[in-house]
C-alpha cells in the first residue's frame, strides 16, 4: 500500500497517525511538517517528557531560538539531570511549532521524567552508569529510534546499519542522505516515507524484537496509554511524532492492563523542568553526548536552504576560509560544485552529500591539505551555534540573577571559545572578574583564567570563556547554597572552609575569596585559617600555605580589599617557618630536599612581598629570614641543594658578597667533600631555573671553581654526579649553554684561578670595559633623543647670544 493510499484511506476507525522519525534529522523534519499540513490533526503527541507540557508554548517566543534543550533534574539532587535537546531540524521542533501556529494542542506522551531520573539514580546505585551524568535515554536513544549513533548500550543492534547493509550500502549514514535527505516530498506523497520506515522497523522488530531494552517496552506502554486517553478526547485527529523504532510497538494491540502492569512500582524522584540553551556541538556524537548526528551544522543547512544546497554550502566554505585568510576565490567555488557533482554521479548518489562537498572543498579550496578542512569541519559542519531561550522561562533564583548579572556587564554566553582582557582599575572590568571568580567558587565554570600576554601587572587579568549546556545543570546545583551568585558564593566559602583538610587548602580557599570580594566569607575563612595554622606543626605545610596567603596581600591594592587581618596571619605564619625550617631541613633525603629547596624559594618570594607590604610590623621579616638563610648556608646537616641555594639567595638580595660566594664555593667544592654532595649544592645554586646560568656567565671566578672541580672529579664518582648535573645545566637556555661552552673550550683563566679571566675573552673582564661602553652612547642617544634637545638648546642659546 503506498502513502497515497493509506492517507486517502483513513477514515474514521482508522487509528492515531504515527510519524515515526529520526531525531534531529532534517528530512524526517519536513516530512512531519508536510504531513502535519495534509492530515491536519486536531492534537499532536511527541515523543518527550510530560512534565514539559507547560513549558511548550515558550517555543512560539520571539526570543527561543534553538537549539534548546529540555532539562529534568530531581530536586533534591541537581546534579541528577536529563536533557532533550530540540534542533530548528528536529522533528518534534517542527512538530511542536506547527502546534503552537494552528492552534493545536501539544502534548508529550513519553515515560514521566520522574521515573527516568529515578531509574538512573537506581543504576548508579548498582554501578550500571559508570559517568553519572543522569543522561537519559531521549538523550542518548540513537540507535533506539533508527539514529546511527552510537545508541544505547542495551540495544544490540543498530536499524540503520541493518537497513543500508541490505540495501548494499556500507555507510549508514550515506544510506539515510540518499533515501531520506535528499528526497524531496512530493504532492500528495507526504505519508509515503513514513509508511515505509515504519514497514522497515517492523520487519526488524519481528526480527530482533525489542533489542533486549526492557525501559523501551516500558515506555511504550506509557506512550500506548496516552494515545489511547488521546483517542477518547479527540477520537481519530490524533497525530503521534516518535522515534520510529518505537512506532510498531505503538501499532500493537495490547490491553490496558497489561500496559499498566509494566508501570506498575516505577521508581520516583520530585522533578522539575525548563528550557536551558544548547549548542549544535552538543548534538554531535563527538561531543559524547550521543545525540545521534555527526554533521548538527551540515543538517541544519540541509534543513534552511531553501534551493541550491551544494551551491549554498560551499559558497559558505569559501567565505570562512576567506576569513581565515585563505585564497579562495567565486572560481573556486564553481570547480568545487562541479567536482561534488561528478563523485555524486560517479559514487552513484542522488545528490552529493556531506562527503562529495567535503572532498571537494579538500582538493579544490584546500589544495589537498587537512588543515584547512579541520577548520571547516569544526566552524560549520558541525558549528558552535549555541540557542537561545526567553528570560520567561522557569529557572532557579540564582540562574535569574546570573542572567541580570550578564546583561548588567555585558557579558553573553556564547558557545565558541573566547580570550576576554580585564583591566581591574575600570568598574565594569572589576565587578566581570568577581562574577567570574565567583562563579568558578560555585563550581559553574563559564570561564578559566589565562596568562596575561600584555603586562603582569595585578590589574591585569585574562580568561577563556565558553558557555557549555551543562553548565545550566551547575547553576541549578549550586542554587542550593543561595539565591543570588554573591549569597551562594558566600554560603559555599564558608563551607569549603568549615570542610578544608589541609592549611594550603584554607589558605588559597581566602585567596579565592579576595578574588570573588566575598567579605561576609573571608572572617570566617579567616578564623579558620588561623586555628589551622595553630595546630598545624608540619613545617612543610605552613610553607605551602604562606605563598598563597602573600599573594592575596596584594589584591587590596587594586581590588579596594582590607587585608589587615590577612597580612597579620601572614606575618605568624611566617615566624613559625623561620623558626622550624632549619631543624626541618636536616638530615633529608634527595627527593625530601628538593621538596624543601622548592619551599624555600617560596617564602623566599613571599616574604619579599610581605615585607614590602604597607601593613605595620612586616619590616623586620626580611631580616629574620636572611638570617634563617645564613643559618641554612652554613650547616653541614643541612642537604647541599638547600645550602647552595640559600647561598644563593643571599648572594641575589646582595647580603652576601660576591667574594664570599666564591669563598663558601671553593670550601663546598674542595676534594674533601664527596662529589654526590658537591654536585647537590651546585644545583641548589645555579640550578633550578633561577638565573644560575647567567650568574656563571658574568661571574668567571664561580665558572672557574666550577671547572675545576669538576675535571677533577674521579672517574668513579663522575658516573654517580652526571644524572644530577646534567639536570641542572639542561634548565638553561640554549643561548646561555652555548655562552658557557664557548668560555669553557677558550678557558677561564690561568689554571682556573678565580680572578684569572684576563682580557682574553672580550666582554668578561673583571672590571667594566669604558672603551666598549663608549662605543653604544650615541646610539642610546638617538633612542632616547637626547641628541635632538641638545641641538635644539644649543640653537636658542644660540639666538639668545646672537
Known amino acids: 500500500m503506498t502513502g497515497v493510499e493509506r492517507a486517502e484511506g483513513r477514515g474514521a476507525g482508522a487509528g492515531p497517525l504515527l510519524l515515526g522519525v529520526r531525531h534531529h534529522g532534517p528530512g524526517s523534519a519536513r516530512a512531519v511538517r508536510a504531513a502535519l499540513e495534509e492530515a491536519r490533526p486536531r492534537v499532536v503527541l511527541i515523543e518527550g517528557p510530560p512534565e514539559a507540557d507547560a513549558l511548550i508554548p515558550l517555543a512560539a517566543d ?74 537519559d535515554d531521549r538523550d542518548g536513544e540513537g540507535e533506539d529510534d533508527g539514529d546511527s549513533g552510537p545508541g544505547s548500550a542495551d540495544l544490540r543492534i543498530d536499524p540503520l546499519g541493518v537497513l543500508a547493509e541490505a540495501a548494499g550500502y556500507d555507510d549508514p549514514e550515506r544510506w539515510w542522505e540518499d533515501v531520506v535527505e535528499h528526497r524531496g516530498v512530493g504532492k500528495g506523497d507526504a505519508l509515503a516515507p513514513f509508511t515505509v520506515l515504519e514497514e522497515a522497523m517492523g520487519a526488524l522488530r519481528e526480527t530482533y524484537g525489542s533489542g533486549g531494552h526492557d525501559r523501551d517496552l516500558v515506555r511504550e506502554a506509557h506512550m500506548r496509554l496516552q ?86 554550502w560551499l559558497t559558505k566554505v569559501a567565505g570562512l576560509l576567506r576569513a581565515e585568510d585563505r585564497i579562495v576565490s567565486s572560481a573556486h567555488v564553481i570547480e ?152 551562594a558564593a558566600t554560603a559555599k566559602a564558608e563551607a569549603d572552609g568549615v570542610a578544608a583538610q589541609g592549611l594550603a587548602d584554607v589558605t588559597a580557599l581566602a585567596e579565592r575569596c579576595l578574588l570573588a570580594e566575598l567579605p561576609d566569607a573571608l572572617p570566617t575563612v ?5 586555628d589551622r595554622a595553630a595546630l598545624d606543626t608540619d613545617v612543610g605545610h605552613l610553607a605551602q600555605a604562606l605563598p598563597a596567603l602573600v599573594r592575596s596581600l596584594r589584591y587590596g591594592d587594586v581590588r579596594d580589599t582590607d587585608t589587615g587581618a590577612l597580612g597579620e596571619v601572614a606575618a605568624g605564619l611566617a615566624e613559625r617557618v623561620f623558626v622550624g625550617l632549619p631543624p626541618a631541613c636536616a638530615a633529608l633525603d634527595a627527593d625530601a630536599a628538593e621538596e624543601m629547596r622548592r619551599h624555600v624559594d617560596a617564602v623566599h618570594g613571599a616574604v619579599g612581598l610581605l615585607g614590602d607590604a604597607p601593613a605595620a610590623g612586616h619590616g623586620h621579616l626580611r631580616g629574620r629570614w636572611q638570617s634563617v638563610l645564613r643559618v641554612l ?11 647552595g ?144 634637545e641638545e641641538e635644539e638648546t644649543g640653537n636658542d642659546l644660540a639666538g639668545v647670544t646672537g
Not at 633 to 643: C, K, L, M
Not at 690 to 703: A, F, I, T
Open 336 to 487: 568545487a560544485v562541479r567536482l561534488a557533482e561528478t563523485l555524486a554521479a560517479m559514487r552513484g548518489r542522488p545528490l552529493p552529500g556531506l562527503s562529495e562537498t567535503t572532498d571537494a572543498v579538500r582538493a579544490v579550496m584546500c589544495e589537498g591539505s587537512d588543515v584547512p578542512l579541520a577548520l571547516v569541519h569544526d566552524r560549520l559542519v558541525v558549528g558552535d551555534v549555541l540557542g537561545e531561550v526567553p528570560p520567561t522561562a522557569p529557572a532557579v533564583p540564582l540562574q535569574r540573577d546570573l542572567a541580570r548579572l550578564q546583561r548588567r556587564l555585558r557579558l553573553k554566553p556564547e558557545a565558541l571559545e573566547r580570550e576576554l582582557e580585564l583591566d581591574l582599575r575600570k568598574d565594569t572590568d572589576a565587578a566581570r572578574s568577581r562574577l567570574l571568580h565567583r562563579l568558578r567558587l560555585l563550581g559553574v565554570a563559564w570561564g578559566e583564567p589565562a596568562a596575561s600576554r600584555g603586562s603582569t601587572g595585578t590589574f591585569r587579568e585574562t580568561w577563556r570563556l565558553r558557555w557549555e549546556p551543562e553548565l545550566s545543570v551547575r547553576v541549578a546545583e549550586a542554587g542550593v547554597w543561595g539565591t543570588t551568585v554573591l549569597s
Open 526 to 530: 579567616m578564623r579558620i585559617l588561623a
Open 633 to 643: 648556608s652554613g650547616r653541614d646537616t643541612v642537604a647541599g641543594v638547600i645550602r
Open 62 to 135: 520571539e526570543e527561543m531560538r534553538p537549539p534548546v534543550a529540555l532539562l529534568a533534574h530531581a530536586m533534591d539532587e541537581p546534579g541528577r539531570s536529563s536533557f532533550w535537546p530540540l534542533a530548528e531540524f528536529s522533528p518534534e521542533w517542527v512538530a511542536i511549532r506547527w502546534a503552537l501556529a494552528h492552534d493545536v494542542p501539544a502534548r508529550f506522551i513519553d515515560l514521566p521524567a520522574t521515573h527516568t531520573l529515578a531509574w538512573g539514580r537506581q543504576e548508579d546505585a548498582a554501578g550500571a552508569d559508570g559517568d553519572g551524568d543522569g543522561d
Open 227 to 312: 494515545m489511547r486517553a488521546a483517542q477518547r478526547e479527540f477520537e481519530d485527529g490524533v497525530a503521534v511524532v516518535c522515534g520510529a523504532w518505537h512506532v510498531p510497538a505503538l501499532r500493537q494491540k495490547t490491553t490496558v492492563a497489561a500496559d499498566k502492569a509494566l508501570l506498575k512500582g516505577l521508581p520516583k524522584v520530585k522533578t522539575d523542568m525548563t528550557w536551558v540553551p544548547w549548542t549544535h556541538r552538543r548534538l554531535s556524537r563527538i561531543s559524547g553526548y550521543g545525540a545521534g548526528i555527526e554533521s548538527p551544522g551540515w543538517y541544519g543547512h540541509l534543513f534552511s536552504a531553501p534551493d541550491r544546497p551544494v551551491e549554498r
Open 645 to 788: 641555594r640559600a647561598v644563593r639567595l643571599l648572594l641575589d638580595d646582595g647580603e652576601l658578597a660576591q667574594d664570599e660566594a666564591a669563598l663558601l664555593m671553593g670550601l663546598v667544592l674542595s676534594p674533601g667533600t664527596p662529589p654526590a654532595d658537591a654536585a647537590a649544592w651546585i644545583e641548589g645554586f645555579v640550578g633550578g631555573g633561577s638565573g644560575g646560568g647567567m650568574l656563571l656567565v658574568h661571574d668567571e671566578r664561580l665558572l672557574g671553581l666550577v671547572d675545576a672541580w669538576l675535571t677533577g672529579v674521579p672517574g668513579e664518582a663522575f658516573t654517580d654526579v652526571l644524572p644530577l648535573l646534567r639536570r641542572t645545566f639542561s634548565a638553561y637556555e640554549p643561548g646561555v649553554r652555548r655562552t658557557l661552552g664557548e668560555l669553557v673550550r677558550r678557558g677561564p683563566g690561568a689554571g682556573g684561578g678565580s680572578a684569572a679571566a684576563g682580557p682574553g675573552v672580550p666582554g668578561f673582564a673583571v672590571e667594566l670595559d669604558t672603551v666598549r661602553a663608549d662605543a653604544v652612547l650615541p646610539v642610546v642617544r638617538l633612542l632616547l633623543g637626547l641628541d635632538d
